[in-house]
């Protein structure tokens, strides 16, 4: 099991940046991937991006290809998310995910992203 900490959410105006950070500590050694989702105000829990642990292939989902960045940490229990040209509807609870090889999964408790001017 992986405790997960979730540090960098705020409020941005359209076309700003922001850089999540999620912290893991625990037994990370069967961790396969990391992972962003977000849950907008009245909509489902969705994936962002991925970074697996062995090999750090990063995945995105259409949205965030482009403006969105996953990478891990020179401390590899730590990964990242920058954000950039943040729009209105990327306003979310941003949460970090650890996947395992046995397919358990930790979530963090979420930072709040909120894109308004």
């Known amino acids: 099991q992986v405790q997960l900490v979730e540090s960098g959410g705020g409020l941005v105006q359209p076309g700003g940046s922001l850089t999540l950070s999620c912290e893991a500590s625990g037994f990370f050694a069967t961790v396969y991937s990391m992972n962003w989702y977000r849950q907008g105000p009245g909509k489902q829990r969705e994936l962002v991006a991925s970074?697996?642990?062995?090999?750090?292939?990063?995945n995105y989902v259409n949205f965030a290809k482009g403006r969105f960045t996953i990478s891990r940490g020179n401390a590899e229990n730590t990964v990242y998310l920058q954000m950039n040209s943040l729009r209105p509807e990327d306003t979310a609870v941003y949460y970090c995910n650890a996947y395992h090889y046995n397919s358990h999964e930790d979530w963090g408790q979420g930072t709040q992203v909120t894109v308004s001017s």
């Open positions: 970074i697996t642990t062995e090999k750090n292939f990063t």
